[in-house]
Nanobody, 118 residues
Framework: VQLQASGGGLVQAGGSLRLSCAAS????????MGWFRRPPGKEREFVAS???????YYKDSVKGRFTVSRDNAKNTVYLQLNSLKPEDTAVYYC?????????????WGQGTLVTVSS
């Protein structure tokens, strides 16, 4: 599977963005899908995930502000980012796990940059 992320950009604090991750090559309907990010000068970190069954998990600092969703018919995963803060600035990566409920040999997208200005 190949993943193509899009939707990043420059936004003021408090603003919103919607990231998309389109999968090609095969269906991702049964895979655990998610988003990670790499803030400037830091390690990559987990942001959110959504299993094929619908179960979702979020990094504590984004709970209530970010929403992960998926459209299996379109083979696409989304991340809605609301109430953005400067500390959300990062390159955001989508990922597809090789399993349905845990992260196994993930495939990564190319990343999309989100910059939040104060």
């Amino acid at each position: 599977v190949q993943l193509q992320a899009s939707g990043g950009g420059l936004v003021q604090a408090g603003g919103s963005l919607r990231l998309s991750c389109a999968a090609s090559g095969r269906t991702i309907s049964s895979n655990l899908m998610g988003w990670f990010r790499r803030p400037p000068g830091k390690e990559r970190e987990f942001v959110a995930s959504k299993a094929w069954s619908g179960g979702t998990y979020y990094k504590d600092s984004v709970k209530g502000r970010f929403t992960v969703s998926r459209d299996n018919a379109k083979n696409t995963v989304y991340l809605q980012l609301n109430s953005l803060k400067p500390e959300d600035t990062a390159v955001y990566y989508c990922a597809a796990s090789g399993a349905s409920t845990k992260w196994v040999r993930p495939v990564w997208g190319q990343g999309t940059l989100v910059t939040v200005s104060s």
